[in-house]
């Protein structure tokens, strides 16, 4: 089969190669892939930093496939044979007392589909099938686009307690995890103020929408007096979450699930427990959480934006063209 392989650090080191299908493992199934994501993670491995250095090369690319069941290993049920499912990328290790809880998310010992096993920009690929979600009704890009990002703002949202009638501020509001937010949480009823860099071309009806500028300043773009419930910020800024921390009111939650801008967080320790101010940080999302976040793809409340879209045999543009392309999930199409 054709695989997106990783031979050595930097896209020089990357080979759109011929290698053997693999095989399922027990408890695995085979998917004949037809999407799979373009993701910041994906560049950490060709790099080999951060996150992505824990990959082994070679390493076939790609976190995020979505495809058809076509093979199952030993311990999974053949009906599954013919199922249109798309893979969420950590798999919980399934021993532990956070697996044994449903809380998968925090799982001390998650692997990355695409970092620590191969990956599926390729034409087929193995994965644990409790990582395999049904997704009928939805096409493989629409899933492709879905399964990364809006799981984790659900484990957000759901970890801030967001309650119809919330005053909920959403900073970085203008990214593909900051519409996820928004859509889910004018769903769930809250009142949603929108903290972004940049005009929002296509707000939902209701949510006003606060404009920060270049530099971030939260403080500047809100009227005085302003307060909220809760908070999620998904825009890695530290100085944007300290900021959002801030505008919380009695009792405030703050959620954030990024800190890839800046990490060195500032809060006023006294407001923070005088005011019984909360913040959480979530990465990854909880199995029940990814099966509720396509469910509410497939409902129409949140409707994933779709890029730019290369084929499998145009892997390298579309990794080296992924930091500059416009916004909406970038796809790679395989079938
Ligand atoms: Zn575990």
């Known amino acids: 089969m054709r695989a997106a392989l990783l031979q050595a650090h930097g896209l020089d080191g990357l080979e759109l190669a011929h290698v053997d299908a693999p095989e399922p493992a027990a408890g695995e199934?085979?998917?004949r892939v037809e999407t799979v994501g373009v993701n910041q993670l994906d560049l950490n491995v060709i790099a080999g930093h951060g996150p992505g250095a824990a990959a082994k090369?070679?390493?076939?690319?790609?976190?995020?496939?979505?495809?058809?069941?076509?093979?199952?290993?030993?311990?999974?049920?053949?009906?599954?044979?013919g199922q249109h499912v798309v893979v969420k990328p950590n798999i919980p290790c399934g021993r532990c007392d956070a697996c044994a809880a449903g809380r998968e998310s925090t799982c001390p010992s998650q692997r990355v589909v695409g970092v620590h096993r191969d990956g599926g920009a390729a034409e087929y690929v193995t994965v644990p099938a409790v990582v395999a979600f049904e997704r009928s009704g939805l096409t493989a890009a629409t899933a492709t686009a879905a399964v990364h990002s809006l799981p984790i703002v659900v484990n957000a949202i759901d970890a801030a307690g967001v309650r119809a009638g919330d005053r909920l501020l959403v900073t970085g509001a203008g990214g593909v995890l900051g519409r996820a937010a928004i859509e889910y949480a004018v769903h769930?009823?809250?009142e949603v103020t929108a903290a972004t860099r940049h005009p929002l071309a296509d707000a939902p009806d209701g949510v006003r929408v606060v404009v920060t500028g270049p530099s971030a300043d939260l403080a500047a773009a809100l009227d005085a007096g302003d307060r909220f419930d809760a908070a999620v910020d998904v825009s890695g800024s530290a100085a944007l979450l300290g900021q959002a921390v801030a505008a919380l009111d009695w009792g405030g939650r703050a959620a954030f699930c990024s800190a890839s801008v800046d990490t060195r967080l500032t809060i006023d320790a006294r407001d923070f427990y005088l005011s019984r101010k909360r913040l959480i940080g979530v990465a990854s999302a909880d199995l029940a959480q990814v099966r509720r976040a396509i469910d509410l793809v497939r409902a129409g409340v949140v409707v994933p934006r779709i890029g730019a879209r290369y084929p499998l045999d145009a892997v390298h543009r579309a990794y080296r063209e992924f930091p500059t392309t416009t916004p909406g999930k970038v796809i790679i199409d395989v079938r």
Do not use: F, S
């Open 29 to 31: 199934v085979v998917i």
């Open 57 to 81: 090369l070679p390493r076939v690319l790609g976190i995020d496939p979505a495809g058809e069941i076509v093979g199952v290993g030993e311990g999974v049920d053949a009906a599954r044979i």
């Open 188 to 190: 769930l009823g809250a």
